[in-house]
């Protein structure tokens, strides 16, 4: 496949849910995207790769309005978030993991729970049995102080979390850094689930080999702006792709 093939691939026929165009964002005056345009359809699973300091990170915080909007236009349900605080953008429907301090140390296991539904007049519990159905051992570690958890679990925790609200999209970065390798198959199955069960993905990930194998639409990020978008598959075929930024 050639470089131009991936990158001029077509975006899905139902943009659906979440688009993003010519999106200038970065942090204060440091301007760190430059004209990025992403989609996520409804119930898909994007993932977004690409070389240290691509900016990946950053169109994910964009998205939940963690950044410094420049210019461009982030919809989301066919409503402008661009400007947006991420305390109204979680009514509309995006739940957002951060890759690092996604949960409260000092808060037992089902108070951080509770706590991913705080915008709601009253805690639903049968959310939390549902969450704690997809993740078994945080039942188990339920009256248990989230920093005393393993780092898997920790994670299990944070995704739980999110999914209180019920999200359309869930938001997830890098959520298998720092995980030992026996373990980051288990997080990618789970959230394979949760996408099976509905929820869009939008997942930024360093293992960008499994991530694009198992994702249904991938983009390649570099310097802050688009490269290349496929489905995941093709990514994974493309020889320029493989070669400078899968490691071969």
């Given at each position: 496949?050639?470089?131009?093939?991936?990158?001029?691939?077509?975006?899905?026929?139902?943009?659906?849910?979440?688009?993003?165009?010519?999106?200038?964002?970065?942090?204060?005056?440091?301007?760190?995207?430059?004209g990025v345009d992403l989609d996520v359809a409804r119930g898909e699973y994007v993932t977004i790769v690409g070389p240290n300091g691509a900016g990946k990170s950053t169109v994910m915080k964009s998205v939940f309005g963690l950044t410094t909007y420049f210019d461009g236009s982030v919809t989301f349900d066919d409503r402008s978030i661009a400007q947006q605080q991420p305390e109204e953008i979680i009514h509309h429907?995006?739940?957002?993991?951060?890759?690092?301090?996604?949960?409260?140390?000092?808060?037992?296991?089902?108070?951080?729970?509770?706590?991913?539904?705080?915008?709601?007049?009253?805690?639903?519990?049968?959310q939390i049995e549902t969450i704690f159905?997809?993740?078994?051992?945080l039942r188990e570690r339920q009256s248990q102080a989230a920093g005393t958890?393993?780092?898997?679990?920790?994670?299990?925790?944070?995704?739980?979390?999110?999914?209180?609200?019920?999200?359309?999209?869930l938001l997830l970065d890098e959520p298998s850094a720092g995980l030992a390798p026996d373990l980051v198959d288990e997080l990618f199955d789970r959230i394979d689930a949760i996408n099976e069960d509905g929820t869009?993905?939008?997942?930024?990930?360093?293992?960008?080999?499994?991530?694009?194998?198992?994702?249904?639409?991938?983009?390649?990020?570099?310097?802050?702006?688009?490269?290349?978008?496929?489905?995941?598959?093709?990514?994974?075929?493309?020889?320029?792709?493989?070669k400078e930024f899968l490691g071969g």
């Amino acid at each position: 496949m050639s470089d131009a093939a991936a990158s001029t691939a077509s975006r899905p026929e139902d943009p659906g849910i979440l688009s993003v165009r010519d999106l200038d964002a970065g942090y204060d005056e440091l301007q760190v995207l430059s004209g990025v345009d992403l989609d996520v359809a409804r119930g898909e699973y994007v993932t977004i790769v690409g070389p240290n300091g691509a900016g990946k990170s950053t169109v994910m915080k964009s998205v939940f309005g963690l950044t410094t909007y420049f210019d461009g236009s982030v919809t989301f349900d066919d409503r402008s978030i661009a400007q947006q605080q991420p305390e109204e953008i979680i009514h509309h429907g995006i739940s957002y993991v951060p890759q690092t301090g996604n949960v409260f140390p000092s808060l037992s296991v089902r108070e951080n729970l509770e706590m991913g539904a705080f915008i709601l007049e009253d805690v639903p519990e049968q959310q939390i049995e549902t969450i704690f159905d997809r993740f078994p051992i945080l039942r188990e570690r339920q009256s248990q102080a989230a920093g005393t958890l393993s780092g898997g679990q920790r994670q299990m925790l944070a995704m739980g979390r999110a999914l209180m609200l019920d999200p359309e999209l869930l938001l997830l970065d890098e959520p298998s850094a720092g995980l030992a390798p026996d373990l980051v198959d288990e997080l990618f199955d789970r959230i394979d689930a949760i996408n099976e069960d509905g929820t869009a993905v939008m997942l930024v990930e360093q293992n960008a080999t499994e991530a694009l194998r198992r994702c249904d639409r991938g983009y390649v990020l570099v310097q802050g702006e688009n490269r290349f978008m496929d489905d995941g598959e093709t990514l994974l075929a493309d020889t320029t792709v493989r070669k400078e930024f899968l490691g071969g």
